[in-house]
């Protein structure tokens, strides 16, 4: 265990565009939650978890290719 | 070639919010949120912000308190449920999560009283899901059966609460409900739901350097839970009693927590969450940073502070607008969340707290997240206002003068 003023492990930089990771569908009904899995230094998790959104985004930039090409409205719920 | 399903998406000053799956939300830059179609030159003004801080657009998440009811009186409710309450209607209920979405809201949790007594929480979750939102629950377990549990498989996540092995349990909600708990728990793992567990800290279900939270957490780990909720015990409803400060955590509690924390996550079975009142009891672990960083490194991970009137808000029974579940609703109907959330006083002054911040949280690096702390437990301690007195740095401010 780390001391209680000991900072967190850095970890790899998020995916390019990425600003910000939330997990977890935030089940609690009277004051929201953050998961601290990766704060408190899940680095490998965050390597497995990176990379798939880096694909899940990458996913979508290339479905919405053909609708902007069709000058298509995006399926945006925005 | 899968077809993917709509991104939901809004737009927000920094680029946007973007939900992957039920498990998984994005904030994504600028440009990366125009490359997938979402348009927000109406609210990118000005430089790209390099986190994600700042006034919303709306809601992330919303609680919605469904019912009253309950058949038991838990000693910290703070609803103050009891079993004469009473159930909001279901098209109530059905309106309120069509300006949910409307609102662009992501996560909707249901609460009360007991929500299992609602009859209509199966139809709430299937109408939330065909509005795009993604629908949880929170449970005591009382009244759940093999077959309601098949009824919730719409919920993303039910958690149910459960403070503590032992006596624990017991010693915290002032009756044995403990094995109620743990068949509910066990009963939505057969039903393929994933299950989270609630854990409110007090003394007696932390006990000495976190040991009864740590058996907690390995015996509901044992029995299925994907994740832990630690929530900070707030004195209101029921809790907002005399005996608050014999129940919260002692600060020696609170010093060991990042290391309790530490090894949990460790653990590496379940995932742990904290709930929003206990990020200024972690600030000392963040001294050593710049502000800069201390925040990026929080907001990067997703760590919600007190996000009351901003990325939170709560739907009361009397169908209020409240800036969290604790706090008192203001005067906007929820069917005018859409409209009215930027200007709404009750959440904007929940939302502009952390703009007035007050000695030693001015000077504090992860003042930007953790936004002043739990006001519930503040405006408790402190009704003349001031900082939260539970944090460890306003208590060593305090103990130096």
Partial sequence: MSGSNDVPPELPPLPPGVLAVRLGPGANCSSVGSVIDLLFGAVVVSGVLYAAIHVAVAERRVARAPKEQENKPPEIDS | MTTLPPLRARAEHFGAWARLDDRTMVALDRETARSLGILGDEVWDGPQPLDTTGALSAPLEVHVAITTRCPVQCTGCYQEARPEGVHVETTTLLESLDALAAAGVFTVAFGGGEPLTHPALERLAEHARA???????????????????????????????????????????????????????????????????????????????????????????????????????????????????????????????????????????????????????????????????????????????????????????????????????????????????????????????????????????????????????????????????????????????
């Fill in chain 2, 131 to 401: 509005r795009g939102l993604t629908p949880v629950l929170t449970t005591s377990g009382i009244g759940l059966s093999e077959e309601r549990a098949r009824s919730l498989a719409a919920y993303a996540q039910i958690n149910v609460s459960h403070d503590g092995v032992g006596e624990a349990y017991e010693a915290v909600r002032g009756f044995d409900g403990g094995h109620v708990a743990e068949r509910a728990i066990r009963t939505l793992v057969a039903a393929g739901i994933p299950v989270g567990v609630n854990v409110v800290l007090t003394r007696d279900s932390y006990g000495a350097e976190g040991a009864h939270l740590l058996a907690t957490v390995a015996h509901v780990a044992s029995l299925g839970a994907r994740e832990i909720q630690l929530l900070r015990y707030k004195p209101a409803g029921r809790a907002a009693s005399l005996d608050y400060l014999a129940r919260r955590l002692a600060p020696v509690d609170v010093d060991a927590l990042p290391r309790v924390l530490a090894a949990l996550v460790a653990r590496g079975d379940v995932s742990i969450r904290i709930d929003c009142a206990l990020v200024p009891l972690l600030s000392p672990a963040f001294a050593a940073l710049d502000a800069a960083e201390a925040t990026r490194r929080l907001t990067s991970l997703g760590v919600f502070g007190c996000e009351a009137g901003n990325a939170l808000s709560a739907v009361k029974p009397s169908g209020l607008v409240a800036p969290c579940s604790f706090l008192g609703e203001g005067e906007l109907p929820v069917r005018d969340l859409a409209t009215g959330f930027g200007d709404d006083a009750t959440l904007a002054r929940a939302r502009g707290h952390v703009d007035r911040p007050s000695p030693p949280c001015d000077t504090c690096n992860i003042r930007r997240v953790c936004r002043g702390g739990c006001r519930v437990v503040a405006d408790h301690l402190r009704p003349l206002g001031g900082p939260d007195p539970e944090c460890p740095r306003v208590r060593a401010f305090e103990e130096a003068r």
